[in-house]
């Protein structure tokens, strides 16, 4: 069974940075687009950044120039470092590993809770 396990959120001051991991089980991430999402109360879930299986990325506007998501395919781990956070950060962020046959069969994290105070 594949499983996404996301960590490194936590409370931060307005300007801080936290870097996310995501460790992928039960599979391989190598050919997979794989995606950082975040969720804020009573708003809909957003990309934030992701990057394919060569290395090409992309961001949300919002986060441009603060945040850099990154992989390592040897230890199945997508990272992604956020400098400089702002209160509008704060949100449930979420892994995703994007499946190269369907988008049903997308596999989600449970999320890990950014909070970034002013």
């Known amino acids: 069974q594949v499983q996404l396990v996301e960590s490194g959120g936590g409370l931060v001051q307005s300007g801080g940075s936290l870097r996310l991991s995501c460790t992928v089980f039960?599979?391989?991430?190598?050919?997979?687009?794989m995606g950082w999402y975040r969720q804020a109360p009573g708003s809909q879930r957003e990309l934030v950044a992701h990057?394919?299986?060569?290395?090409?990325?992309n961001y949300a506007d919002s986060v441009k120039g603060r945040f850099t998501i990154s992989r390592d395919n040897a230890k199945n781990t997508v990272y992604l470092q956020m400098n400089s956070l702002k209160p509008e950060d704060t949100a449930v962020y979420y892994c995703?590993?994007?499946?190269?046959?369907?988008?049903?069969?997308?596999?989600w994290g449970q999320g890990t809770q950014v909070t970034v105070s002013s």
């Open positions: 039960g599979t391989y991430i190598n050919g997979n687009t």
């Open positions: 995703k590993r994007r499946s190269t046959i369907s988008t049903s069969q997308d596999v």
């Open positions: 990057i394919t299986s060569g290395g090409i990325t």
